[in-house]
């Protein structure tokens, strides 16, 4: 059974950084194609990362050059690195598949203050 488990939420004033984690079992994360995703209230939920098994990682324009997306393959968990956040960062996070599977962990919450 697979399980996503993200972590490292909080909440940060703009311009500051949080290192989000998603702790994978029952899937090898080398092996498939993630994401993080993200949903803001009243909006839905958007892809703001991908790394692929070949290749290189793939962002949403609106966090290029301030997000990076990586993976510890001995640990078997993805991680998202966030600098510069602004207050329109605040959302709900979700590691999941690329393209996602169905079921969706319960996200970590990221609170970006002005």
């Known amino acids: 059974q697979v399980q996503l488990v993200e972590s490292g939420g909080g909440l940060v004033q703009a311009g500051g950084s949080l290192r989000l984690s998603c702790a994978a079992s029952?899937?090898?994360?080398?092996?498939?194609?993630m994401g993080w995703y993200r949903q803001a209230p009243g909006k839905q939920r958007e892809l703001v990362a991908s790394i692929a098994t070949v290749g290189r990682p793939n962002y949403a324009d609106s966090v290029k050059g301030r997000f990076t997306i990586s993976r510890d393959n001995a640990k078997n968990t993805m991680f998202l690195q966030m600098s510069s956040l602004k207050p329109e960062d605040t959302a709900v996070y979700y590691c999941?598949?690329?393209?996602?599977?169905?079921?969706w962990g319960q996200g970590t919450q990221v609170t970006v203050s002005s």
């Open positions: 999941n598949q690329f393209p996602a599977r169905p079921q």
């Open positions: 029952g899937i090898d994360l080398p092996f498939n194609n």
